[in-house]
């Protein structure tokens, strides 16, 4: 998922179509949102086992596979 911010979005209010993915890998933004990481972690956690694989200033990418 690389849409420029709205991965904050599609994760927050429409999870139940995210977790029909067996894998999912995103880029995420944090300036766009001003919800922390840790925000969107917690939610993939519930279905997913997430490994951030890059870091940036405020982007980073972050690979989830389903539990």
Known sequence: MDC????Y???LNDY????????VMLEYHT???GISLQ???KILARDY???IIEVG??????HCIKR
């Open 39 to 41: 925000s969107l972690l």
């Open 31 to 33: 300036y766009s949102m």
């Open 57 to 62: 200033y405020d982007t980073g990418l972050i």
């Open 4 to 7: 420029e911010g709205c991965e």
């Open 9 to 11: 979005d599609v994760i």
């Open 16 to 23: 139940d179509h995210v977790k029909m993915f067996k894998e």
């Open 49 to 51: 086992l997430c490994k």
